[in-house]
């Protein structure tokens, strides 16, 4: 049996505006239908000219960008049928809420009772009912946004581009909304491609999270394999926080590097096809590494010196020097305490060959 | 407490309201003084009753059947030889009067220097008939009652074209004696004209710099502003530079053979050159209010109509022109009222058909010297302003315009 063709592809896109260095490079990228992906990466890292690419406002410069296995090189934005979530709303402010929501549907000649009877039901959607003739200068952020959500899904559209809508709004509002966000993209089966640059957000709604860096991907995958088996040094920094401690690879045996850092010496899981003598960058967590005042027979063991040490609530953040680095992360969950670690005092810490990852070495 | 807390409160109000005095006598004095004096000028002249008292008084007796009264000869003939010796005072009385009644200057100047040299001669009603037949006719006395009135319509019946009937009753004058009114329209008319061709012009070059991005926008703005560093003269005369019988562009169709050379256009010192001059004069003041109101208005609007499913000219229609009426509501106020009391453009290049209100205006001011007439034609223009005004405002609200 043949598999569906996926509802977006992206096909070897590139694109510069005149004259400036590559924006998007090389982007290969497949949205499978009802899919939530989320394009993650700091800011200036091309993800939202790969939004305006596929909504049609910016034409790639090399390459190919599909809908249900169909070019759409050439079609006009207007003709693509795409709801589009802008950063600062983009509501009319001459129009009142419900003529904002009747707008897209105006134009496609529907009539005024199923008009009305639409905007009620998105309203409904986005729980504004009764806010038809409100202007948009009266409602809050989060309402505005809420509007701007509804008014991109009125027309029905198959596929959703929200380009950091929650932006403006904040931390508890952009947590509700997310929620919300979520909860209508489930409901009504629909394709979203995310945009932001905040990595909780990618990770609290995404099906799958496409890291950018500098125009090109860096690794797309679900949450949980992004923070758990990040590919390259960018992403273990980017995705949550890492160690890395830069190194040189000895030898390699059955998915387990050996790893010289400094006078120290690592024994980590061997990622890729790094060979023994390249340079090589190993990531550990902080939750992974443990501190204790004695042996505790981990494959990787160190003496470590206590510089500093925060509370943090649910857990403590310990700044070490160690394996020659003055800033290394150990967090210890607030379960038992401190266990009385000051700072100056020598503990020993410890963790596992596979909670820590050798990565190809490269400039951050 | 009370009191200390009062005055602490006051204190700063009074503060502020000291800061605000220089502004308000300033504008007192550039602005409120002025235009009251104008408007008083076209309705208040006390010349003639300041300098004719007694005669003034006795002819408000008379009913205008017949001659006047020996009283009023007598008074006449007295402040006219009190006259006769402040030159000054007479041109401007006889010159008062002659404005109601032409020839009028003369008579009262030949009466008053025969009065002068032979003194009063039998009663002085024949003396001054004898002096001047014009004294036996009651139109003259008429001319003299009605500018010796402090408080006139006069001239506002003149400026509109109007004229008193000899039984009472005022009636529009003959067609083609009328002289301010169709020029009042041709103001009006060339006003709502140039307006409109700033508008046609202005608004896409205000969309052009607030589409452009900053460092483009910003020389194109530049080059918006360029033309208030020049001259208004230097301006206007390098169109009559361009477009008169042997200029640039006569010159240039001459040449590509498009008109023969006996045949030039006649583009300048008519209603063309007025125009034209008047367009390129005013047209930065269109621009710059309809340029800050685009910039104001994000571009993720358009992008927003268009993923939305509009066409782009639909889009432009319903979301980003209605945004912009702020900015052509002000922009076309502005040009407006400029345009309807322009004065050197039209007076360089308009020549005789291109002229309008301001130059009729500008001649009674210099030149016949009729200021309540300039005061009365000047009120008309500032009351159709206002209307204009009040009419905009109610349509488009004065809150949401923006004048950049």
Redesign the interface.
Known sequence: MNQPAPHVEYRAVHKRYAESDWVVRDLDLELNRGEFLTLLGPSGSGKTTCLMML???EPPTMGDIRINGVSVAGL???K?????V???Y?L???MSVGANLA??LE??GLSADQRRERVARALELVRLEGYEDRRPNQLSGGQQQRVAIA??LV?EPELVLMDEPLGALDRRLREQLQYEIRRIQRQLGVTVLYVTHDQTEAMAMSDRVAVFRAGRIEQVASPEVLYEEPQRPFVASFIGENNLLRGRIVSVERGVCHVDVGDQHIQAAHIGDLAPGSETLVAIRPERVHIAPLSMHYSNEFDAEVEDISFLGDHLRVRLLTCGSSDFIAKIPNIVGHGGILPGDTVRIGWGALDCRALEAEAL | MKRILHLSAATPRLGALALVLPLLAFVTVSFVIPLGTLLGKSAYQPEVARVLPQTITELREWTGDGLPSEDAFAAMARELTALGENRPELARVSGAINRVQSGMRGVLNRTARRLARTGQAGSWRATLTGIDSSWEEPATWLAIREAGARFTLRHYLHALDLEQRSGGGIAPKAADERVYTPLMWRTLLVSLGVTLLCLAIGYPIAYMIAASPPARGRILLLLVLVPFWTSLLVRTTAWIVLLQRQGVINGFLVSLGLVPDDGRLQMIYNMTGTFVAMTHVLLPFMVLPLYSVMRSIPKSHMAAAVSLGAAPLQAFRRVYLPQTLPGIGAGSLLVFILAIGYYITPALVGGRTGELISSQIAYHVQTSLNWGLAAALSSILLVAVTVLYLVYSRAIGIERMRLG
């Open positions: 909504a049609g406002f006009p934005p207007d693509r049928g795409i709801g589009v802008f950063q600062n983009a009319f402010p001459h707008f897209p134009v496609r008014r991109a027309f």
